[in-house]
């Protein structure tokens, strides 16, 4: 019986005792008040306070948090913009205190003290600068959050512009001012590669027409010599140079028409073609070059008498 009454005595002390024990996580900072006084703050483990006396009236995380905030705000070629701040900060764990007691509200501070940066700095900026000096920006609410939170018990560790977002309408007029260069950046070297084609084609023909006159001109001289080797054969043979022109170039006549039959498609002018016309033709051919030659010294014959 006596052994029931003291087990009804020391159970409620030791409920009592144990109501005194806590745990605290990891990066984390338990407040504790004494009264309504601040006592202590304890640290991550297996800790104790006195019951009913203690009282732990918070907890703070001393990891790294993120704060994000959306700003709008007006550029100094008037256009609206929203940007997207990241805030990333710390407690110190030096001034658990601080953090804990002065602010009401850490993060509408911190949202006061961005709004009022970026308000002072994006309006002295055209809309393209914002975007490329965001960094400036950001540098800028670090180093005034940094000075002011860190009063409060709070080290910023880093400021960042995560986004920047125009109005609708303006990023429309951007899309098509970028469209528009890359437009007419895109017609500048078609036209370049234009040009540089017709030069080059140019060139080519030019070219062409150097080589094809050569030719030409090698032929004519092979067709010379090979004429002027005829000549020599023919007088050998006892045949003068009138009937040997006279035979080359009946000669010509006829391979000029073998020439034209062997192509399909060719428009043929047919000359009398009856057993006498080849030699009909080089009677003819004979006689218009001993006439011509008759001309040709009775003219120089005129010429000697005037002189």
Not at 101 to 116: G, R, S, V, W
Not at 220 to 241: D, F, H, K, Q, T
Not at 273 to 282: G, H, I, R, T, Y
Request: neutral net charge; charged residues 25%.
């Amino acid at each position: 019986m006596d052994f029931l009454v003291n087990f009804w005595y020391i159970v409620p002390i030791l409920i009592f005792i144990a109501s005194g024990f806590f745990i605290v996580k990891q990066q984390t900072i338990a407040v504790v008040e004494r009264l309504g006084k601040f006592t202590k703050d304890y640290g991550a483990g297996f800790q104790f306070k006195i019951p009913i006396i203690d009282k732990v009236v918070g907890r703070i995380s001393l990891r790294i948090q993120q704060l994000d905030v959306i700003v709008e705000t007006k550029t100094k070629d008037d256009v609206f913009v929203h940007l997207k701040i990241s805030v990333q900060f710390q407690i110190q764990r030096n001034h658990v205190y601080n953090a804990f007691y002065k602010l009401q509200n850490p993060h509408e501070q911190i949202t006061a003290f961005i709004f009022d940066v970026v308000r002072a700095e994006v309006p002295k900026m055209k809309l393209d600068d914002v975007f490329v000096k965001k960094d400036e920006v950001a540098v800028a609410i670090q180093r005034e959050l940094k000075e002011a939170m860190l009063d409060y018990g709070y080290d910023i560790v880093k400021a960042l512009v995560t986004d920047i977002d125009p109005d609708e309408n303006v990023k429309i007029a951007m899309n098509r001012i970028n469209a528009a260069e890359r437009e007419k950046t895109a017609a500048q070297h078609e036209g370049d590669a234009q040009r540089i084609l017709i030069v080059e084609r140019a060139k080519a023909e030019a070219e062409s027409k150097r080589l094809q006159g050569r030719g030409i001109a090698d032929q004519r001289r092979e067709i010379a010599r090979g004429l002027e080797e005829s000549m020599v054969i023919l007088n050998r043979a006892g045949i003068n140079s009138q009937e040997a022109s006279a035979l080359i170039i009946v000669t010509q006549h006829y391979d000029t028409l073998q020439s034209i039959g062997s192509k399909s498609g060719s428009n043929l002018i047919l000359l009398p073609n009856n057993p006498n016309a080849a030699s009909n033709m080089l009677t003819d051919v004979v006689s218009g070059m001993v006439a011509a030659n008759r001309i040709s010294e009775a003219s120089n014959n005129n010429k000697k008498l005037e002189e």
